[in-house]
């Protein structure tokens, strides 16, 4: 039985804040607890270390899937949401116990009393780490799977034991065409006051290593919300478009570095901001740099281009306009919205309110192809504040979240200030004012003398007219204001009746056209 979703006003329960609870004094906390249906979660004598972060229970129905681990379904709105419930603990120690029940914050039932009975696979997550904020980041913790048939209006408490941690991250094995680095970034830890380090894949062009004198022209590729650094392995699969047409004879000879789209706040979006720290300024001059060093690339900027999809997209434009002087050329799919006045479909400088529309109708988040709403704007926010420390969807490392980390100011209590109150939805218009800065669209009107003639030509976008997302109408935005510009010589494709991510152009094709932007090399 696949457990219903809402769409109505989502109730905030005040989060459970658990300090450090030695074994005797947690027969307290759970006496009211024992009433009624909960889950008691303990941490393992194995793990002596005192781990803080936001606790996760993940149920996932077992008529659905023979085994699973839950915590990879972390994350996931609209159809595909399993029923997650969530607390902040504080201090873990070995035997400490932590009761998740119907005060409890949940996603996207209401309320663990709402949960129907049956079979589900259950575990419990401690998201722990403050630099890769993932299901899967290093010094996590987590229980083994476990197989349940329960029924919340009775039947005995289900426990489970922390006894795993996620171990510490490792460098994927160098393959025939596949490089992987891992540096430490003085630039973002001197702004954490920690250490902090930039990731990278890279695919190597053929040929390589038959003359180690030639050098090479360096291709930048950023992916979807999240996708890491290792997503290189599955561009090379053994019978892949992508890897045919990078191997072939006639191919254009290049070095790409793939970014990696995880941080301390989800994807860091790989531009300077308020939250996440210099990550553009890293990128630009710490971690490419150091590519073209140790690779043999060409190291100016008429040798480099970029490229990506979804998140990737706008990031590979907003490098180049960021950064006119230091890319040659940006190649941008379904990019994230480029027009603030068509964020998805909220305008961020003119509405008041994120969830409901100036008639009072629920904003969608996503859509089918037919045009049939997938999800709210509610609906997907209730479950980014499901996995937010606190309650909030601002520290949830998922889209919302990372978006406003990037997009918006740094409050007084170190945390992103929110662009909207995370129970109504209702605009904070204060903070609009740091969102502009990010707007690709008002950014170009603002600058227009400066980068006009840095940017002619340099500029390629591709987006499907049913996008998903609802990202086509920045788009086209953004494609209002350059027409009236056409010196700038940019190009801007729709496909019809196309959703997220289409792209108007082959892996091949891509390759061709950036090595005309590169002549002579």
Partial sequence: MIPRT??????????VFFTVLAAASCSVLGVQAQQKFHFEITVDQSLSAQPSGRLLVVLVPSDTVSRVEPRRF????GRGAVPVFSVDAVGLVPRARIIIDETSESFPLESLSDLPAGEYWVQALVITNADLRRPDAPGNIYSEPLLVSLDPSEGPPVHLSLTRLVSDEELPTDEEYLRFVKIHSELLSRFHGRPIYLRGGLILPLGYGQDPSRRYPLRVRIGGFGERYTAVR?????GSPFRAAWLANSAPRMLLLHLDGAGPYGDPYQVNSANNGPYGDAVTEELIPYVERVFRGIGKPEARVLDGSSTGGWVALALQIFYPDTFNGAWASCPDSVDFRAFQVIDIYGDDNAYLDEKGRER???????????FTMRHELQMENVLGSGGSWTVSGQQWGAWNA????RGKDGRPVPLWDEDTGRINHSVTDHWERYDLRLTLERDWDHLALLLRGKLNIWVGEVDDYYLDGAVRRLDTFLGRRPSIDARIVYGADRGHCWTGISDAQMLAEMSRRMPGY
Wanted: avoid cysteine; charge should be positive; glycine fraction near 8%.
């Fill in 406 to 409: 990037t997009y918006g100011p």
């Fill in 234 to 238: 599955s561009m090379m699969r053994p």
């Fill in 74 to 77: 972390v994350g996931v709105a």
């Fill in 6 to 15: 809402i769409n109505r006003r989502f109730r905030k329960v005040p989060s």
């Fill in 364 to 374: 969608p988040s996503a859509r089918n192809s037919d045009g049939s709403v997938r």
